[in-house]
């Protein structure tokens, strides 16, 4: 029997899909549907990339990992538990997108069941006493390599701990509960998927979590698989999370059921409401496992009610008089709400929140009942500063990403602009986390999208810098300060220029925000994608009239910049776009300077037959201009242009004038006359342009002329020029 097998299948979805023969991503065969839960739909597949070894697909449902930036999280989570090789833990492979769109994960095979269906399989034999230590020791080991990692898992219970027909215990679905928080009583569809019986006081709370939660889950897992029950089992969530802030664990151990006291004080250390008494580490609890393990032979356990102590039935008195208690403090709360203190309908609505917002209004309810016995004003002033006050609570709930409870304290009063104790602000920790829906509620309690406190950097640049293009989005539709600047003169359009966010290079520029501005060292948002080497960013901004001739303070063009760093396809987008080639940085280089025509031919085609202009200069013959005789033709000189029209000149002498110039050139490209021009630069520096032809045909020779009446010295330097516009290869 597979392990998957006792899952619910009743979950409405479609699952024609998963029908058995079906290919997914192409390399996954399904063979058959297990069953589906609260996160997904698990079938058993054939991995035909690996030796057609069966393997375990879990698809998620899309609502849970609904856009980019939630997949990236669960990537990084999968990424993060991929890494825990062990015996006792089942192997994550691999992780992808199906062609219906279900993220799905790729792991581990198990046949067998989970340890929910061991306990309360009435086809088998009950637990024996040694089995359940055996069962403890391995859940225990798994968890200790898991924590050594960093890794907590957060959501502990049977339904997680596989059994294999041969014995082997692996505990599953580590970090998933972090990265895909779904209501455990109520999903979005309304299906009933179970309650946390398992939740630690501080996972109620909403408080910093380390590895104790998972000795508190483990701890109640121990007390059902002695007893075939968990300790609470309140029918209500709001119940259930008072009975594991308040209630003691019941005393179970007696001679008629076979349990040994150490084994009950394990428990009771494991279930402590105060973490800090608690086992330190998983390494502790396993260290009282093998002190007791030889004596933990297969006794028989006999599943009676447990055996509740006088201490245990007065606590039940006590948990009377409290719901008698609780009536008359709701009558109160409407009070409260008319002050801000406590949201219009948080607290009776709250089963509508997802599980974060649950356990943390919860919470903050039974701590206030507690002293509304005696005093109204007191549990004003609870409420008051958990909800408002309480910065240390806001960050927490922002960095697990719980977006609703985020929200109701926003609406309680809490400053979306405060800072934690590093000085970040809430809505810079919502961007770093990728989170688009949490920026956005942030923004709309009030966050200042203008502020620019240590760096001078606005939100925008932050967004822009980190490569949020969500966040970008959310900003920009607030309309903030788009060309304001930071320290280093950057705006965010530089910053996302400088960081490859080809999407925020686009949105930012839409949106109006200056193309041109340098920053300190005197470079633009185009040099600064150049820099980066995102070609669609470059396209963008060349889209958007950037300035191709602008310098930095190194007399660096984007042109310069591409050549160097041996860019062909940004290059070549520059050249295109009209880049002057002839521009000299301060070293006197020009982009070709920086291409070798032997190792990269390529770009140094693009770079130097785009070069516009070809220069050819002829000294003036000391004994032509001095001879005053006749007329002398002087020596003819080749004038080429790589690609382009090339040909000769010459220029004739009378006496000491210069009386003609003749430039004949063959068109070897596909120009037409008005692309090419032809003109004699004289020693003054006075240009006389050469006439040509109406029009340039093909591998045709043109004459190119001039009637020049010019006294020249000795040693002139006569400079013929040909200019082709826009000609390349």
């Not at 994960?105 to 359940?132: A, P, T």
């Not at 898992?153 to 596989?162: A, E, S, T, V």
């Not at 309680?412 to 000085?423: C, E, L, N, T």
């Amino acid at each position: 029997m597979s392990v998957w097998g006792d899952m619910d299948t009743t979950v409405g979805e479609d699952l024609s899909m998963f029908a058995p023969g079906t290919r997914i991503a192409r390399r996954y065969e399904i063979q058959k549907h297990l069953g589906a839960g609260g996160m997904g739909i698990v079938v058993q597949a054939i991995d035909r990339a690996l030796d057609n070894e069966a393997i375990a697909l879990k698809f998620l449902y899309p609502h849970l990992v609904k856009d980019q930036v939630l997949f990236a999280r669960f990537r990084n989570e999968v990424l993060l538990t991929r890494r825990l090789a062990h015996p006792n833990i089942v192997s994550l492979y691999d992780f992808g997108r199906s062609e219906g769109g279900y993220f799905f994960i790729s792991m581990e095979y198990i046949e067998g069941q989970n340890l929910r269906k061991r306990i309360h399989d009435r086809k088998k034999d009950r637990l024996k006493f040694g089995e359940v230590v055996k069962i403890l020791h391995d859940i225990a080991s798994g968890l200790a390599h898991a924590h050594s990692r960093g890794v907590i898992h957060r959501d502990l219970k049977p339904d997680n701990i596989l059994i294999s027909d041969f014995g082997e215990v692996k505990v599953m679905d580590f970090g998933l509960a972090r990265s895909l928080w779904i209501d455990k009583g109520l999903t979005e569809t309304g299906n009933a998927v179970g309650t946390p019986q398992y939740m630690a006081p501080e996972q109620i709370r909403g408080d910093d979590l380390d590895v104790r939660c998972d000795i508190y889950s483990l701890g109640i897992m121990a007390y059902e698989m002695v007893t075939g029950d968990t300790p609470f089992n309140a029918e209500g969530w709001y119940e259930l999370a008072a009975q594991h802030l308040r209630e003691p664990i019941p005393s179970f151990a007696t001679k008629e059921n076979g349990i040994p006291e150490w084994y009950e004080e394990m428990v009771f250390k494991c279930c402590e409401k105060d973490r800090s008494k608690r086992y330190a580490s998983v390494m502790e609890f396993l260290e009282v496992l093998n002190e007791y393990k030889e004596e933990s032979v297969d006794t028989n356990i006999s599943y009676t009610p447990a055996v509740l102590s006088l201490y245990t039935k007065d606590v039940k008195r006590r948990r009377k008089r409290r719901w008698k208690r609780r009536a008359r403090y709701a009558a109160t709360m409407g009070a409260f709400a008319g002050a801000g203190l406590i949201v219009a309908g948080a607290i009776v609505g709250a089963v509508k929140y997802i599980q974060p917002v649950n356990q943390f209004v919860a919470g903050l309810v039974i701590q206030a009942e507690d002293a509304a016995g005696a005093d109204l004003g007191a549990v004003k002033s609870m409420l008051g500063t958990n909800l408002t006050l309480d910065s240390k609570e806001f960050f927490e709930r922002i960095a697990v990403e719980e977006v609703d409870a985020v929200k109701v304290l926003l609406q309680a009063g809490m400053s979306p602009d405060v800072r934690d104790s590093a000085g970040v602000s809430a809505l810079e920790r919502a961007i770093e986390s990728g989170n688009e829906e949490m920026v956005r509620a942030l923004l709309a309690g009030g966050a200042d999208i203008n502020e620019a406190p240590g760096g001078g950097k606005t939100p925008l640049m932050f967004a822009a810098e980190k490569g949020n293009a969500g966040a970008v989005y959310a900003i920009l539709e607030r309309r903030p300060h788009i060309n304001a600047r930071d320290d280093r003169g950057m705006t965010a359009l530089m910053h996302a220029a400088a960081n490859g966010n080809t999407k925020a290079v686009q949105a930012i520029a839409d949106s109006g925000a200056y193309v041109n501005p340098k920053d300190a060292f005197g470079y633009t948002a185009l040099m600064h994608a150049v820099d980066e080497g995102d070609a669609m960013a470059v396209r963008a901004l060349l889209d958007k009239r950037a300035d191709t001739s602008a310098v930095d303070e190194k007399g660096d063009s984007a042109l310069i910049i591409a050549a160097r760093d041996g860019n062909k396809e940004i290059a070549e987008l520059l050249v295109n776009y009209g880049a002057d080639t002839s521009v000299k940085n301060r070293e006197g280089k020009k982009a070709v300077d920086y291409v070798s025509r032997r190792s990269d031919r390529e770009l140094w085609n693009i770079v130097a037959k785009a070069t516009p202009k070809k220069e050819k200069s002829v000294f003036v013959s000391k004994g032509d201009a001095d001879s005053g005789s006749g007329s002398t033709e002087l020596q003819q000189t080749r004038l080429r242009a790589r690609g382009k029209p090339r040909g000769v000149w010459k220029a004739e002498l009378g006496g000491t004038k210069l009386v003609s110039v003749e430039a004949k050139v063959k068109n070897v490209g596909s120009v037409t006359a008005e692309q090419v021009k032809v003109f004699v630069e004289l020693p003054n520096g006075e240009q006389l342009k050469l006439s040509g032809p109406g029009s340039v045909e093909r591998n045709e020779t043109e004459v190119y002329t001039a009637s020049v009446d010019k006294v020249v010295r000795s040693s002139d330097e006569l400079r013929i020029v040909m200019e082709c516009t826009n000609c390349r290869n």
